[in-house]
T-cell receptor, first 112, second 116 residues
Framework: GQQLNQSPQSMFIQEGEDVSMNCTSSSIFNTWLWYKQDPGEGPVLLIALYKAGELTSNGRLTAQFGITRKDSFLNISASIPSDVGIYFCAGRRGGGGNKLTFGTGTQLKVEL | GAVVSQHPSRVICKSGTSVKIECRSLDFQATTMFWYRQFPKQSLMLMATSNEGSKATYEQGVEKDKFLINHASLTLSTLTVTSAHPEDSSFYIC????????????FGPGTRLLVL
């Protein structure tokens, strides 16, 4: 099945640094969602974006819905050790149904 | 947010046996649920859409006779892996859309299946 391209694939950063990751698609999506997955657990919703150009924050997390509706980015400010995990973007098309297409994932590792 | 549970969380079975995984929406009703499979270090791949009161819709390449889905009620969907083989070993995750004008999806904690 189709997957969204997510970059970078992995990141190894220092605690306190800001993090940025993005997700791109060749087709348009009406909704962009960002999830975090810890090992052995299901994804947890971080931020949902519903309109092109929308910029939404959730604590230290900020995400934007690209103007073209083909991309989205997620920023994490002042990273802390518990930010470690895999971050997935997911897009939902319009036209009925609620199926999500997931990105390839960005693994974040935080060095103390 | 809405809570989705899965049972069991881990299961080990012998090759050739069948395994049933349950997905429940705990505090809301879900006419639709989704089943995903995730192999190690990979993303989630949608397997099928479970529809309450009607047949499930399977994604291309997913064998409907091998992965039986039953949406028995508005809060329960089950996935049965029939005649499991080692290559079916994976992390199976379900999700359900939350209620409201702007729907999002909430995921269960996943079920780790190991087929020996």
């Amino acid at each position: 099945g189709q997957q969204l391209n997510q970059s970078p694939q992995s990141m190894f950063i220092q605690e306190g640094e800001d993090v940025s990751m993005n997700c791109t698609s060749s087709s348009i999506f009406n909704t962009w969602l960002w999830y975090k997955q810890d090992p052995g657990e299901g994804p947890v919703l971080l931020i949902a974006l519903y309109k092109a150009g929308e910029l939404t924050s959730n604590g230290r997390l900020t995400a934007q819905f690209g103007i073209t509706r083909k991309d989205s980015f997620l920023n994490i400010s002042a990273s802390i050790p518990s930010d470690v995990g895999i971050y997935f973007c997911a897009g939902r098309r319009g036209g009925g149904g609620n199926k999500l297409t997931f990105g390839t994932g960005t693994q974040l590792k935080v060095e103390l | 947010g809405a809570v989705v549970s899965q049972h069991p969380s881990r299961v080990i079975c012998k090759s050739g046996t069948s395994v049933k995984i349950e997905c429940r929406s705990l505090d809301f009703q879900a006419t639709t649920m989704f089943w995903y499979r995730q192999f190690p270090k990979q993303s989630l791949m949608l397997m099928a859409t479970s529809n309450e009161g009607s047949k499930a819709t399977y994604e291309q390449g997913v064998e409907k006779d091998k992965f039986l889905i039953n949406h028995a009620s508005l809060t329960l969907s089950t996935l049965t892996v029939t005649s499991a083989h080692p290559e079916d070993s994976s992390f199976y995750i379900c999700s359900a859309p939350g209620l409201g004008v702007q729907e999002t999806q909430y995921f269960g904690p996943g079920t780790r299946l190991l087929v020996l």
